[in-house]
């Protein structure tokens, strides 16, 4: 008897599978967000502050080795190169380094998300991909905060975004995945990429640069669930309270705004990668956890990460630049 019940309705059974199969439960940020977990975080942040990185110092050979990192991983989720770039690299002369003892040639690497209605708005999604090298005797920097924490952080973000895609929900506006190089010695790879833009300033809606996400600063021990968010509403009130808004509604972390303070002695502000993009009028939101006891020390390694945290702070970027992406009408400077 069962097994003629079953064969009796088995067409019927398939037939409603495949419908619902060909359809799907439409996926939403939340589960795209999801896709950015602690593990993955992790696993690349073993690597990517790994000894054979050699400290990734501006023009080395780790340096380059960790581009290569990055880049590779674009080309094996299937993100594309920007136009004017050479598969994932923004080549930078050695003379743009000029001053600089010994410099050599370094590059940005640089993924592109096309948008699929205002493909000429662009996001940008910034890191610094270098750090501080090694000591004479050889011993590595491994900067797994400063900036692996921000690197592999925009990796999971643009895999979550690549796999809306492959779902069919592009982003409206387009998306550029920048990893900088030399930070450390002078905010080098950003002020390349401001001087010579892939996509032109003025059609730049905002850049969301992340530098130290890893960590607790000292002083929040008693409450982690924080991150210090720096120039938010310095350009756009709109990109404050767009911010302001995916937090309240996912995130809920808790948003420091102590740094804005202009008479703060760090000047945070003017000291990471967003800082060439408000100068030239783009607004920035700038994400860190603040200093630390490891800060540009070699103790700054992998295993001192916070990765669940980490991961909570990398999707609260995820929605803003996801909502910042999609909404209708373009957030706009409104302070300049
Ligand atoms: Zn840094």
């Not at 860190?288 to 909570?312: C, Q, R, S, W």
């Amino acid at each position: 008897m069962k097994l003629i019940f079953f064969l009796f309705f088995s067409p019927f059974v398939f037939s409603c599978n495949s419908t619902q199969k060909a359809i799907g439960p439409k996926k939403t940020n939340v589960d795209y967000a999801n896709t950015i977990t602690a593990q993955d975080l992790k696993k690349h942040l073993y690597i990517y502050a790994g000894d054979e990185m050699e400290g990734r110092m501006t023009g080395t050979k780790g340096q380059h080795s960790a581009a290569e990192y990055i880049r590779d991983f674009y080309k094996s989720e299937g993100i594309a190169s920007p136009p004017g770039t050479n598969d994932h690299f923004q080549n930078i002369p050695a003379s743009f380094f000029q001053g600089r003892r010994d410099s050599q040639p370094s590059e940005n690497v640089v993924a592109f998300i096309k948008g699929s209605e205002k493909p000429d708005e662009i996001v940008i999604i910034s890191a610094h991909l270098d750090h501080i090298g090694t000591d004479k005797e050889g011993n590595v920097f491994n900067g797994a905060d400063d900036d692996g924490s921000g690197t592999v952080s925009i990796l999971e973000i643009a895999q979550a975004f690549q796999q809306a895609v492959k779902d069919g929900h592009p982003p409206k506006r387009s998306i550029l995945f920048l990893h900088v190089t030399g930070e450390e010695i002078g905010l080098y790879g950003s002020r390349y990429y401001t001087e010579n833009p892939l996509f032109p300033l003025a059609n730049t809606v905002c850049d969301l640069n992340i530098d130290m996400i890893g960590r607790i600063d000292p002083d929040k021990k008693d409450n982690p669930n924080y991150l210090y968010l720096i120039g938010s509403n310095k350009l756009s009130q709109e990109l404050q309270d767009v911010s302001t808004a995916m937090n309240n509604k996912y995130t809920k972390l808790d948003l420091d705004y102590k740094y804005d303070d202009p008479s703060d002695p760090n000047r945070f502000y003017y000291r990471s990668d967003h800082y060439n993009f408000a100068k030239n009028n783009v607004p920035i939101i700038f994400y860190f956890n603040g200093v630390h006891e490891d800060y540009h020390k070699m103790t700054d390694t992998p295993d001192k990460i916070e990765y669940d945290l980490m991961a909570k702070r990398a999707q609260l970027i995820f929605y803003t630049a996801w909502e910042i992406a999609n909404r209708e009408k373009k957030i706009t400077a409104d302070k300049l």
